[in-house]
């Protein structure tokens, strides 16, 4: 199923500690799917910029339900 990224934002709960040393910054991903449902997934930073995913982009999970771009 494709999706469409509606907005990125930066994870900033981390409950009642900090985000750990080497822990990987995340962020949450707000996506409307083919019928017009929103729904939400935390998702690694770096990994959305590595496959040049941004606000517009459609995009699709993959086997790991990772995001990546859709065709």
Same mark, same amino acid.
């Given at each position: 199923?494709?999706?469409?990224? /509606? =907005?990125? !934002?930066? +994870?900033? #709960?981390?409950?009642? !500690?900090?985000?750990?040393?080497?822990?990987?910054?995340? %962020?949450?991903?707000? &996506?409307? #799917?083919?019928?017009? =449902? !929103?729904? %939400? &997934?935390?998702? #690694?930073?770096? /990994?959305?910029?590595?496959? +040049?995913?941004?606000?517009? +982009?459609?995009?699709? /999970? +993959?086997?790991?339900?990772? &995001?990546?771009?859709?065709?």
């Amino acid at each position: 199923m494709l999706y469409k990224v /509606l =907005r990125i !934002e930066e +994870d900033i #709960d981390f409950g009642c !500690e900090e985000r750990q040393p080497g822990e990987a910054l995340m %962020s949450v991903v707000i &996506l409307e #799917d083919e019928n017009g =449902r !929103e729904m %939400s &997934l935390r998702h #690694d930073d770096r /990994l959305l910029y590595e496959r +040049d995913i941004n606000e517009g +982009d459609m995009v699709m /999970l +993959d086997e790991k339900n990772e &995001l990546k771009k859709g065709n």
